[in-house]
């Protein structure tokens, strides 16, 4: 088991960062891939970015360029950092886990069995 809580999310303007940062339990997450998904209202949950147990890293191409995925397995901690937000980015932002060690990173939301919370990026133009 283990418990994911998402932090930093916030409103800001287009043009700003933000970081998030989601904090695990459990004494295995230095081994497991960690993603960062996002849901606006009325759409379906969707992958942003992903990074895995050995910190290779994927994005989504909407956000290629401008979001950067870390971990940092002293601490249990996976950060997305958001530079040049746009109205677009606004969603609820999730972190995720699938506790399966060792494995690559995966994209669809039903890959993974632990979620977050969220927490919420408002992104005003």
């Known amino acids: 088991q283990v418990q994911l809580v998402e932090s930093g999310g916030g409103l800001v303007q287009a043009g700003d960062s933000l970081r998030l940062s989601c904090a695990a339990s459990?004494?295995?997450?230095?081994?497991?891939?960690m993603g960062w998904f996002r849901q606006a209202p009325g759409k379906e949950r969707e992958f942003v970015a992903g990074?895995?147990?050995?910190?290779?890293?994927h994005y989504a191409d909407s956000v290629k360029g401008r979001f950067t995925i870390s971990r940092d397995n002293a601490k249990n901690t996976v950060y997305l950092q958001m530079n040049t937000l746009k109205p677009e980015d606004t969603a609820v932002y999730y972190c995720?886990?699938?506790?399966?060690?060792?494995?690559?990173?995966?994209?669809?939301?039903?890959?993974?069995?632990?979620w977050g919370q969220g927490t919420q990026v408002t992104v005003s133009s």
């Open positions: 990074i895995s147990w050995s910190s290779v890293t």
């Open positions: 995720a886990t699938d506790l399966r060690p060792f494995g690559p990173i995966r994209t669809g939301p039903s890959e993974y069995r632990y």
């Open positions: 459990g004494d295995t997450f230095s081994m497991d891939a």
